[in-house]
């Protein structure tokens, strides 16, 4: 069984894999926009507070770059609504499906970079620009680490097996 493709492990058509995978994609997209939303609201805002004429140019540029960041990431979230709407009854559910992954996986690209661009500069209003910019980049090594090498580690070992030759496939420790 450990060598059978994941696919053949499941007894589902084409279709059925479609619409579950395209179910489990949209609780994905549920706990990320929650995420986008509440960056996005807290980066509209920053506008109007006393402190914001304060800001330097840097400071300036990294809000308006963060908050257009944290604009498209929100719409490529709410992207895969849209095209199941455009193509909704017309047979094209895998077509939905591979395109909204393909839009959720550019989501969290995008929403890595407003996150780091977002703390970068609460850390440089309050600490300053070297302790901005550390804590810039430890989110962006934090994020690319979660969100891209553990998923690529976890996919290469589900492809060379189990470390323990006595471990059953599938089981959980």
């Not at 990431?73 to 992954?101: D, E, M, W, Y």
């Not at 850390?123 to 690319?144: E, H, K, N, P, S």
């Not at 680490?145 to 553990?150: D, H, I, N, T, Y």
């Amino acid at each position: 069984m450990a060598d059978r493709p994941a696919r053949a492990l499941r007894d589902e058509t084409p279709l059925e894999r479609a619409d579950r995978n395209f179910a489990e994609l949209l609780q994905e997209l549920r706990v990320t926009q929650t995420g986008v939303q509440i960056l996005f609201a807290f980066l509209l805002t920053l506008a109007f507070t006393p402190r914001f004429p304060a800001l330097d140019t840097v400071q300036r540029a990294t809000y308006v770059t963060t908050l257009l960041l944290a604009m498209l990431a929100a719409a490529l979230f709410t992207a895969p609504a849209a095209v199941h709407r455009g193509l909704f009854q017309q047979n094209a559910k895998p077509t939905i499906v591979r395109l909204s992954s393909r839009l959720a996986s550019i989501g969290l690209g995008v929403l890595m970079l407003a996150f780091t661009g977002s703390v970068l500069l609460v850390v440089d209003v309050a600490l300053g620009r070297g302790a901005g910019i550390a804590a810039g980049a430890g989110t962006l090594a934090v994020c690319v680490a979660l969100w891209g090498v553990l998923p690529r580690m976890a996919r290469r070992s589900l492809l060379t097996g189990p470390a323990d030759p006595e471990a059953e496939p599938g089981r959980e420790p």
